[in-house]
């Protein structure tokens, strides 16, 4: 074996390194392109100067007592007096409180990453029943991490309750540099986000980062539950946008925001309605592949040690793989390196796996001829 592979001409060495290349070419070369040519510069005018001025004098504190009419559960104190690095803001269903144990279990018990302290509060509407809201409060009682704003908690008020929760952060946590906005079925590894914050080269203002989706046209079928007339957005595409599973703002995005939030389309997806904030007030959404998007990323104990996020609908495994990535182990450059080619190679195996799944499912007649 080895005698032939010493014997191999230039040309065949040539042929092997092509391959090498290509193959990392093909699994990475999305990522790169996205991160590093997708950018336009941002843009300002009289307008968007305006807006910023208009946000950096925003003065909360006379509101905050009429705002807190605003929130069954408000927890007006949780942040006072602290300086906050990043508020992670877990977007949960009132009914749910198995899933936001497990997560103070696991990745939302993280108070703080390198002497940055970080706080995790979850994001409720209202539920329909009268026992579930007292559960909850039961649960709030306990945990003082619950903030429950004043709306039935639907998927079409999905948008009021960004609104709400945005609103929450510029009155009541105005001392967090960050927010994150995340839904309860996602895994975050809170460590390397904050790792990928503090080296942001930039200054800390601007920012809105996650899975940049691009060039998505507004649903157009009246007949569909997510419709959306040309009256309320004209446009074919909407602007550039972060995926709604999990994304960053600072806090003064969240201020330009909150002056915004009244002139701009409400019939619209919540994701794609922060997006069209966001380019209001003159923002690019920067883009990170680490972050999954819906997508489930396969565990890998080093691949998950870098990434972001990862959508667990499909894991319940959470506890043990949270034990495994905190057990202190370091990973070695070779073992990201082949923990990232790994999971990133099952996860397209699995999402061609569900592909082919939907075209049998949607085809009954696949296997009629
Ligand atoms: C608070 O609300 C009251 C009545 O709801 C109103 O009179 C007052 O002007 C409000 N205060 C601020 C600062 O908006
Ligand atoms: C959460 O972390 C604290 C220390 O930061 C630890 O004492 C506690 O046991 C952890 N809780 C769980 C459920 O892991
Ligand atoms: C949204 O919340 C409001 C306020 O609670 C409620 O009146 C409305 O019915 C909700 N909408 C939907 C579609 O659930
Ligand atoms: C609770 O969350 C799980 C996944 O995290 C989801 O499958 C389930 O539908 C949720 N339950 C409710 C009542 O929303």
């Given at each position: 074996m080895q005698v032939t592979f010493c014997r191999l001409r230039t040309h065949q060495w040539c042929f092997i390194l092509f391959n090498v290349i290509l193959f990392h070419a093909l699994l990475f070369g999305a990522d790169f392109v996205e991160e590093y040519f997708l950018h336009s510069l941002p843009y300002i005018d009289m307008k968007v100067l305006e807006i910023k001025n208009k946000a950096r004098k925003l003065n909360m504190e006379p509101l905050r007592s009429n705002l807190?009419?605003?929130?069954?559960?408000?927890?007006?104190?949780?942040?006072?007096g602290k300086n906050i690095f990043l508020l992670s803001l877990v977007f949960s269903s009132p009914g749910n409180g198995t899933r936001r144990d497990l997560i103070r279990k696991t990745?939302?018990?993280?108070?703080?990453v390198q002497g940055h302290p970080i706080l995790t509060l979850f994001a409720l509407g209202m539920p329909v029943s009268v026992t579930t809201q007292k559960e909850i409060n039961k649960e709030s009682r306990k945990n003082n991490d619950i903030i429950e704003g004043?709306?039935?908690?639907?998927s079409e008020n999905q948008t009021l309750k960004i609104i709400a929760m945005i609103q929450w952060a510029v009155a009541f946590?105005?001392?967090?540099?960050f927010i994150l906005k995340v839904d309860e079925e996602m895994f975050v590894n809170l460590p390397s986000l904050v790792d990928y914050l503090l080296n942001l080269?930039?200054?800390?203002?601007?920012i809105y980062i996650g899975r940049v989706i691009h060039q998505v046209t507004p649903?157009?079928?009246?007949?569909?539950?997510d419709f959306v007339p040309l009256s309320e957005y004209p446009e074919k595409y909407y602007p550039d946008y972060c995926s709604g599973e999990a994304f960053i703002m600072s806090q003064d995005v969240a201020r330009m925001m909150y002056v915004v939030f009244r002139e701009v389309?409400?019939?619209?997806?919540a994701d794609v309605f922060v997006g069209i904030c966001a380019k209001s007030v003159g923002l690019i959404p920067i883009h990170s592949s680490?972050?999954?998007?819906?997508r489930h990323i396969r565990y890998n104990r080093c691949c998950y040690k870098f990434?972001?996020?990862?959508?667990?609908?499909?894991?319940?495994?959470t506890p043990l793989a949270w034990k495994e990535i905190n057990d202190g182990k370091e990973c070695t450059l070779f073992e990201t390196y082949y923990g990232l080619v790994s999971c990133k190679l099952l996860t397209y195996l699995d999402s061609f796996k569900r592909f082919h799944m939907k075209t049998i499912k949607n085809n009954p007649t696949y296997f009629g001829d």
């Open positions: 807190s009419k605003y929130y069954v559960l408000s927890q007006s104190e949780v942040c006072k990745w939302g018990n993280v108070t703080s004043i709306f039935l908690d639907s946590c105005p001392n967090a540099l080269k930039e200054h800390l203002e601007d649903n157009r079928d009246p007949q569909n539950r389309p409400m019939m619209v997806p680490r972050f999954s998007g819906k990434i972001f996020t990862s959508s667990e609908i499909a894991d319940p495994g």
